[in-house]
């Protein structure tokens, strides 16, 4: 049985895909208040990581970075930069791809959310507290110029991911 971290995490995960599955529930329409709550909800979440639960499980191994936090700041990276050009269907398909593979090492079995469970020991409601009480992350306009699209596909190919086009 999760714990309330692993839970925490994971409840989180099934809001946003809850979410980008209503901001794309139409074919070649994006729903602008399901992808704006997405946006702000996966920009904290992401944030949350990278603030709290990452230098946590650095600290509790003694400054030794989570062997897995490589991988899931490259996908971060390539998620934000998703987030900074109006979203297109290729954007959404791309960020769902990249989800799909990203949530699942954060949620296996010796995975990120894991880790965390089990190295919080007697910090664990205190670290509970710092998750649920983490702000929300500034959210800037979309940028339509060409080279903020440029840029997140860079980003994506840097993580080792695919830019999907939408048919």
Known sequence: MPGALYQYMADDHERLDSLLQRAVAKPGVIDAE???EFRKGLLRHISMEEKIVLPAIARWQGGKKAAIGERLRLDHGALVALLAPPPTPSIMLT??????VHN???EQEGGLYKLLENMAGPETEQMLTQLKSAPPVAVL?????PEV????????????HE????S
């Open 95 to 100: 960020i769902r791809s990249i989800l799909e």
């Open 163 to 166: 830019f999907k086009v939408a």
């Open 34 to 36: 399901s992808y704006h």
């Open 141 to 145: 306009p979309n940028n339509d110029k």
């Open 104 to 106: 699942e090492l954060e």
């Open 149 to 160: 699209l440029e840029a997140a596909k860079k980003a994506v190919a840097r993580a080792g």
